[in-house]
């Protein structure tokens, strides 16, 4: 593999000397144990509950024997904190978090596009292997090509167009779809070439997929999603195993600002606390709606009103868990579920358009991740899709509800279609 980039810029604060440590069992605890108490050795009052920290300032050590001027770049800085901009106490604080639940060092950003906007700045590869998935992270790949030229490649390319150096821009499950790609495939591929994979896990945060365990140089999480999981806070991730990357990471950052707020830092270190509960059951909820959805299909239609109404307006269901003659490496690689995004495509535009008022408790919004279900007739955000899709994010509601209110709506269209009227219980028209 080629060496990795340089990137460090000089006279920046060097996060990852700090002090103390965590406990030395902490090692040893699940990623459960590890979300509640990876950030303990930060304590520093009796609040069980960390407190916001809003200042972008911190005062030096009033002892002058104690000052560590910035030119020295190995000394300890323990956890004392010099300028937001470098570091500050709540995002420290989630970044501690983060770090075992994500298997590598972590850096946090202010949004997901942002911490790829700052991979790719850092990486500055001449070509990038991609294929269809987030808008937002094309939409990034442009700048970046107007910046430095470089050449965006297909996904399915020859090994042979890559060079030392370039990305393998690897979405996995994909957005909007929530299929899955495989990891090792692509990180054989990109390393024997001498490029490296990054690897966009949003859809599957910590506890579904681990990157680094199938190959992955670079982790990206938007952590808008399912790291924050309440549709109240903006965040993104880079996690790396290789330390000079992570260094270098660190000093870009601070002279690109994208650093996560205060306000924001403590929303995450409270989400963060309940990941695996909100992910395990959101997840578990989507493989239960996908399965009835494909039984549905499936089903004969004659005699079966369910599948007589579905199948009259469903024309396709998307998700990992269908992807049955990938499973001999999908199991593998998703071992504890297949991710709380699936995909519903329509029999017509008109009835993707109309679906999301027909419910109740999916609200009709863009993004994903958070407790609440939400549908998005995913036209309204991304030009570069079947009009007929709607992507579903499902929550921590109970499944049979969900799939009671997903039924009302499927009817009301159905009937609607068939001229029989609405004559069902929904919201809107």
Not at 55 to 63: E, G, I, M, N
Not at 95 to 105: G, I, Q, Y
Not at 240 to 268: C, F, I, K, P
Not at 281 to 299: E, P
Request: with cysteine; hydrophobic share 40%.
């Amino acid at each position: 593999m080629a060496d990795p980039p340089n990137g460090i810029l000089a006279n920046t604060t060097d996060p990852l000397a700090s002090s103390p440590q965590p406990a030395p069992s902490f090692h040893k605890w699940s990623a459960a144990t590890q979300a509640i108490h990876a950030d303990d050795h930060l304590n520093r009052i009796e609040d069980v509950a960390p407190p916001v920290h809003v200042a972008t300032t911190f005062r030096y050590h009033d002892d002058p024997d104690q000052l560590i001027p910035s030119t020295n770049l190995s000394a300890p800085i323990s956890d004392r904190h010099i300028y937001s901009r470098h570091t500050a106490p709540t995002t420290t604080r989630l970044e501690a978090l983060l770090t075992p639940l994500l298997h590598a060092p972590t850096l946090t950003y202010s949004s997901g596009l942002s911490a790829l906007h700052a991979a790719y700045v850092f990486l500055r590869p001449r070509r990038i292997a991609i294929t269809a998935g987030y808008h937002g992270a094309h939409a990034v790949l442009q700048l970046h090509r107007r910046l430095t030229g470089a050449t965006l490649l297909p996904l399915a390319c020859p090994a042979s167009d890559l060079h030392p150096g370039d990305v393998i821009h690897l979405e996995t499950p994909l957005n909007p779809t929530g299929e899955a790609l495989s990891i090792a495939h692509y990180a054989e591929k990109a390393h024997s070439r001498g490029a490296y994979l990054l690897v966009d896990s949003t859809f599957a945060p910590p506890g579904l997929q681990e990157p680094f365990a199938w190959g992955a140089d670079l982790v990206m999480h938007s952590g808008t999603k399912y790291l924050g999981g309440h549709s109240d806070m903006l965040c993104g991730v880079l996690a790396t195993r290789q330390e000079d990357w992570y260094r270098g990471l660190a000093d870009d950052r601070a002279v690109l600002g994208s650093v996560m707020g205060g306000l924001e830092g403590w929303l995450g270190v409270r989400s963060v606390r309940t990941l695996e509960v909100r992910v395990q059951r959101q997840s578990a909820n989507a493989g239960k709606l996908v399965g009835w959805l494909a039984a549905a299909l499936q089903r004969p239609v004659t005699g079966d009103r369910e599948s007589e109404v579905v199948a009259g307006v469903v024309a396709r269901v998307q998700h990992a868990s269908l992807q049955s003659g990938d499973m001999a490496w999908l199991a593998e690689q998703m071992p504890s579920g297949f991710g709380p995004v699936f995909a519903l495509s329509m029999r017509s535009e008109r009835l993707a358009r109309r679906l999301p008022s027909k419910l109740e408790l999916f609200h009709h919004a863009t993004s994903l991740g958070g407790v609440e279900s939400l549908i998005e007739w995913r036209t309204m955000s991304d030009t570069t899709v079947d009009t007929r899709l709607l992507r579903v994010s499902v929550g921590v509601e109970g499944w049979e509800d969900l799939r009671d209110d997903l039924m009302r709506g499927f009817t009301a269209l159905w009937e609607e279609e068939k001229g029989v009227g609405e004559g069902v219980e929904g919201k809107g028209t």
